[in-house]
T-cell receptor, first 111, second 113 residues
Framework: DAKTTQPNSMESNEEEPVHLPCNHSTISGTDYIHWYRQLPSQGPEYVIHGLTSNVNNRMASLAIAEDRKSSTLILHRATLRDAAVYYCILRRSSNTGKLIFGQGTTLQVKP | DAGITQSPRHKVTETGTPVTLRCHQTENHRYMYWYRQDPGHGLRLIHYSYGVKDTDKGEVSDGYSVSRSKTEDFLLTLESATSSQTSVYFC????????????FGPGTRLTVT
């Protein structure tokens, strides 16, 4: 399975944009890029996913490099409730649907 | 929120005792997963199920067994609990393997003394 690399931690100020990077240099053509986040004492929740094109939804935006070897999750205006561990995950198109989690990035949001 | 419950939410047990954790869903999703999460680690897949009575191993399946006798329930059993199985266990569901979203339960914190 392809591996992702993320910074261990990042800090942001409230109401400012946050860019969370992820490197996945061994990504294959059939790997989808998923982002999940885990709030304290909760299970992970889906944030966004993409394959080749940039994606937007109500929670965030996903910018995917042209060579697909890296991606960036963008939170447009961080709130205190966005403080969480953010996981960048590559999901291979297969018959299992399993997710391979890395260690993620712990995002701290300062008021 | 997806209808996923886990029971018990907390459990303390002694080494060598059997333990069964239950995941119950009301979404009628075909796929169900058990993950464990340890400090400093992301989630790791233990077992998953792709239908009633259809299960397969994940990356950390040693010491665990699962059963799925009906769509809504997925049971994780530790036949003889060890201290290394102290962890937080999460259940997840998805409609299909190509579904872009897995929904996770609230977790079960298991302590083996």
């Amino acid at each position: 399975d392809a591996k992702t690399t993320q910074p261990n931690s990042m800090e942001s100020n409230e109401e400012e944009p946050v860019h969370l990077p992820c490197n996945h240099s061994t990504i294959s053509g059939t790997d989808y890029i998923h982002w999940y986040r885990q709030l304290p004492s909760q299970g992970p929740e889906y944030v966004i996913h993409g394959l080749t094109s940039n994606v937007n939804n109500r929670m965030a935006s996903l910018a995917i490099a042209e060579d697909r070897k890296s991606s960036t999750l963008i939170l447009h205006r961080a709130t205190l409730r966005d403080a969480a561990v953010y996981y960048c995950i590559l999901r291979r198109s297969s018959n299992t649907g399993k997710l391979i989690f890395g260690q993620g990035t712990t995002l701290q949001v300062k008021p | 929120d997806a209808g996923i419950t886990q029971s018990p939410r907390h459990k303390v047990t002694e080494t060598g005792t059997p333990v069964t954790l239950r995941c119950h869903q009301t979404e009628n999703h075909r796929y169900m997963y058990w993950y464990r999460q340890d400090p400093g680690h992301g989630l790791r897949l233990i077992h998953y199920s792709y239908g009633v009575k259809d299960t397969d191993k994940g990356e950390v399946s040693d010491g665990y067994s699962v059963s799925r006798s009906k769509t809504e329930d997925f049971l994780l059993t530790l036949e003889s609990a060890t201290s290394s199985q102290t962890s937080v266990y999460f259940c997840a569901i998805s409609e299909s393997p190509s579904s872009y979203e897995q929904y996770f339960g609230p977790g079960t914190r298991l302590t083996v003394t």
